[in-house]
């Protein structure tokens, strides 16, 4: 019987495919890709401007609070936020939420008044002032016993509220009787009643001349608005420029000595001198922008577009647009936490509040991923995977072996 040489065999081996693992591998690196494709597509460079030195602001995260979150403050010697709950029709119970900044949990909730709007820390006295809307009051809480201390009567529907730290006092915007109430920080009680325009909203303090500013939205239907200048020192109007269509917010930018108000009908941002108290520029800006808060790290002012879902970040050099954050349903008010670089945002019919990084050295980050459109995630994840599915298919295709 014959010996038969054997060679090798001519058959096919059946196709190995690559991993699984690389399927993942490769997908997880083109999402990353993808991401910092997107990311440097939405760098802020302002029109007419240079990108800076800083990381995009994007959102970080969410906290649920109460029903219909509207004011909102930071106490940063606790590293608290506090927010106004108006609560839910017809009876606008109102409480106040308390969470930390550290890991974003509530850690108390204190009823005040009916439909409370905005709200107004002061760190010398460790008082947290809340405007009533529905109740025509302002409540004290005591940060430290987290209750309400007191109860001062104001004038008709108080809506908005700022702290004076130059005198120690409290300045409420009462909508309805068209006035100002004063309050020491130090008795809790009324001290001056200040007549200004027609439905006083927002209200700041200018820092840099003791002047506090009141948006006045206006009469309907034209909502011409302007904005009362109080001196401090006399509780008198001194001047009252004229203004956008039905203004809402007023910020302070305490690097320029500029006054930011919102207008919400005309939907932009009126720019005025503290010095003389004139308009210099208007900034066009989303539908109804309402609340606004002063970031002096970025020297940006970042604004609550209501109907829009998103914030406006402003530059408060160049006076434009630099980026818009999608948050949550009908933003309306911000506050700044300066030791963690973050914005928070209250969202009225989402019930929580949106937490940005505002892009400074000492934001805790987050993923840009957070600050994505719902389209966006949409359009990156389907091209993620095709894309990551034809590299693991070349992949298969060249580790095939014959």
């Known amino acids: 019987m014959g010996t038969t040489s054997e060679g090798p065999s001519t058959a096919r081996q059946p196709a190995r495919v690559a991993s699984p693992v690389a399927l993942i591998v490769a997908i997880a690196v083109i999402c990353a890709a993808g991401e910092g494709i997107l990311y440097a597509n939405i760098s802020r460079t302002p029109t007419g401007g240079t990108s800076r030195a800083l990381s995009d602001p994007h959102v970080v995260s969410g906290v649920a609070v109460g029903a219909f979150p509207t004011g ?32 974003d949990t509530v850690v108390a909730t204190i009823p005040v008044g009916r439909d409370p ?5 002061d760190p010398e006295s460790g008082d947290l002032y809340v405007a009533n809307l529905a109740s025509n009051s302002t409540s004290v809480i005591s940060v430290s016993a987290e209750a309400v201390i007191k109860t001062v009567e104001c004038g008709t529907y108080p809506f908005g509220v700022a702290y004076d730290s130059g005198r120690g006092e409290i300045f409420v915007s009462n909508e309805g009787s068209r006035n100002v109430t004063v309050l020491s920080d130090r008795s809790n009680s009324v001290v001056a009643s200040i007549a200004v325009g027609h439905k006083p909203l927002g209200i700041a303090y200018d820092s840099n001349n003791n002047e506090v500013y009141v948006a006045n939205a206006g009469v309907s239907p034209y909502f011409n608005g302007t904005v009362s200048v109080i001196s401090d020192r006399g509780n008198d109007v001194i001047a009252t420029p004229s203004v956008g269509s039905y203004p809402d917010a007023v910020v302070f930018d305490t690097s320029s000595g500029e006054l930011f108000v919102s207008n919400q009908v005309s939907s932009d941002v009126s720019v005025l001198s503290d010095l003389s108290n004139d308009v210099v520029v208007n900034i066009p800006v989303g539908v109804q922008p309402e609340g ?3 970031d002096p790290v970025t020297g940006d002012v970042f604004l609550a577009d209501f109907f829009d879902n998103n914030v406006s970040v402003i530059s408060g050099t160049s006076h434009t647009v630099l980026e818009k954050l999608w948050v949550g349903g009908g933003p309306e008010n911000l506050a700044y936490d300066g030791a963690r670089g973050e914005i928070f945002v209250t969202n009225l019919y989402s019930g929580n509040v949106s937490i940005l990084s505002d892009g400074s050295p000492t934001s805790t980050g987050g993923s840009l991923w957070a600050s994505l459109h719902p389209y966006e995630y949409a359009i990156l994840v389907v091209l993620s995977i095709a894309i990551g599915v034809s590299l693991g298919l070349l992949i298969a295709r060249a580790t095939r072996r014959v």
């Open 292 to 294: 606004m808060v002063f």
């Open 72 to 103: 909102i403050a930071f106490d940063a010697a606790n590293g608290e936020v506090f927010v106004a709950d108006s609560g839910a029709a017809p009876h606008l119970y109102g409480n106040v939420t308390v969470f930390s900044d550290r890991n």
């Open 117 to 121: 709007a905005e709200v107004a820390f």
